[in-house]
Protein backbone atom coordinates (compact mmCIF):
# COMPACT_ATOMS: atom_id res chain seq x y z
CA UNK A 1 0.00 0.00 0.00
CA UNK A 2 3.02 2.02 0.35
CA UNK A 3 5.85 2.29 -2.53
CA UNK A 4 8.97 4.06 -1.74
CA UNK A 5 11.10 4.80 -4.83
CA UNK A 6 13.78 7.40 -5.88
CA UNK A 7 16.75 5.98 -4.06
CA UNK A 8 20.29 5.26 -5.50
CA UNK A 9 24.16 5.75 -5.42
CA UNK A 10 24.96 10.13 -5.18
CA UNK A 11 27.99 11.37 -4.40
CA UNK A 12 28.27 13.71 -1.33
CA UNK A 13 26.68 17.34 -2.07
CA UNK A 14 24.63 15.84 -4.77
CA UNK A 15 21.21 15.58 -4.59
CA UNK A 16 18.00 12.90 -4.45
CA UNK A 17 14.07 12.89 -4.58
CA UNK A 18 12.44 10.03 -2.76
CA UNK A 19 8.70 9.22 -3.81
CA UNK A 20 6.11 7.18 -1.88
CA UNK A 21 2.89 6.21 -3.76
CA UNK A 22 -0.05 5.44 -1.46
CA UNK A 23 -2.89 3.06 -2.50
CA UNK A 24 -5.62 1.23 -1.01
CA UNK A 25 -6.88 4.14 1.65
CA UNK A 26 -7.75 7.31 1.60
CA UNK A 27 -4.15 8.38 3.01
CA UNK A 28 -4.61 11.92 2.05
CA UNK A 29 -5.67 12.25 5.53
CA UNK A 30 -2.97 10.48 7.22
CA UNK A 31 0.51 11.87 8.54
CA UNK A 32 3.02 10.73 6.02
CA UNK A 33 6.71 10.21 7.58
CA UNK A 34 10.09 9.53 6.56
CA UNK A 35 12.04 7.33 8.30
CA UNK A 36 15.65 5.51 7.41
CA UNK A 37 17.65 2.99 8.99
CA UNK A 38 21.75 2.42 8.73
CA UNK A 39 23.34 -1.02 9.17
CA UNK A 40 23.89 -1.43 13.20
CA UNK A 41 21.42 0.89 13.55
CA UNK A 42 18.43 2.09 15.05
CA UNK A 43 15.36 3.37 13.01
CA UNK A 44 15.34 7.26 13.48
CA UNK A 45 12.76 10.01 11.94
CA UNK A 46 13.59 12.12 9.20
CA UNK A 47 11.04 13.86 8.51
CA UNK A 48 6.75 13.96 8.30
CA UNK A 49 3.72 15.89 6.98
CA UNK A 50 0.91 16.08 8.30
CA UNK A 51 -2.51 15.67 6.06
CA UNK A 52 -2.72 19.02 4.52
CA UNK A 53 0.90 20.23 4.68
CA UNK A 54 0.28 22.63 7.38
CA UNK A 55 2.62 20.56 9.30
CA UNK A 56 5.51 19.53 8.57
CA UNK A 57 8.66 18.28 10.81
CA UNK A 58 12.45 17.38 10.12
CA UNK A 59 15.15 15.82 11.90
CA UNK A 60 17.75 18.43 13.18
CA UNK A 61 20.36 16.24 11.65
CA UNK A 62 18.73 17.09 8.13
CA UNK A 63 17.15 20.34 8.56
CA UNK A 64 17.77 22.70 5.64
CA UNK A 65 18.72 20.27 3.44
CA UNK A 66 15.79 17.87 2.89
CA UNK A 67 12.06 19.07 2.13
CA UNK A 68 8.70 17.01 2.74
CA UNK A 69 5.88 17.52 0.49
CA UNK A 70 2.98 15.75 -0.57
CA UNK A 71 0.11 16.09 -3.44
CA UNK A 72 -2.61 14.16 -2.35
CA UNK A 73 -4.85 14.20 -5.55
CA UNK A 74 -2.02 11.82 -6.43
CA UNK A 75 -1.87 10.10 -3.14
CA UNK A 76 2.27 10.70 -3.32
CA UNK A 77 4.84 12.01 -0.26
CA UNK A 78 8.16 13.37 -1.77
CA UNK A 79 11.05 13.95 0.09
CA UNK A 80 13.56 16.40 -1.57
CA UNK A 81 17.26 16.15 -0.44
CA UNK A 82 20.11 17.95 -1.13
CA UNK A 83 23.38 18.58 -0.09
CA UNK A 84 23.64 14.91 0.96
CA UNK A 85 25.83 13.67 3.60
CA UNK A 86 28.10 10.22 4.05
CA UNK A 87 26.24 9.80 7.09
CA UNK A 88 22.68 10.33 4.90
CA UNK A 89 23.46 6.59 3.69
CA UNK A 90 20.82 4.33 4.79
CA UNK A 91 17.37 2.80 3.43
CA UNK A 92 14.35 5.58 3.62
CA UNK A 93 10.76 4.11 4.59
CA UNK A 94 7.69 6.10 3.74
CA UNK A 95 5.15 5.30 6.46
CA UNK A 96 1.42 6.51 7.28
CA UNK A 97 0.09 7.07 10.76
CA UNK A 98 -3.55 8.40 11.64
CA UNK A 99 -2.20 11.24 14.23
CA UNK A 100 0.18 13.59 14.15
CA UNK A 101 0.90 13.65 18.13
CA UNK A 102 3.97 11.72 18.71
CA UNK A 103 4.89 11.59 14.85
CA UNK A 104 8.64 11.04 15.00
CA UNK A 105 8.20 7.76 17.02
CA UNK A 106 8.20 4.99 14.28
CA UNK A 107 5.84 3.16 16.58
CA UNK A 108 2.83 5.03 15.95
CA UNK A 109 2.81 4.08 12.29
CA UNK A 110 0.86 1.53 10.96
CA UNK A 111 1.72 1.35 7.52
CA UNK A 112 4.69 1.38 6.21
CA UNK A 113 6.83 1.01 2.65
CA UNK A 114 9.25 -1.52 1.70
CA UNK A 115 12.33 0.94 1.68
CA UNK A 116 14.56 2.24 -0.66
CA UNK A 117 18.54 2.27 -0.24
CA UNK A 118 20.18 5.61 -0.24
CA UNK A 119 23.92 5.58 -0.56
CA UNK A 120 26.24 8.58 -0.45
CA UNK A 121 30.14 8.28 -1.46
CA UNK A 122 32.63 10.93 -0.78
Known amino acids: QLQASGGGLVQAGGSLRLSCAASGRAFSRYVMGWFRQAPGKEREFVSAINWNAGSKDYADSVKGRFTISRDNAKNMVYLQMKDLKLEDTAVYYC?????????????????WGQGTQVTVSS
Open 95 to 111: AAASEWVYHTRYQIYAY
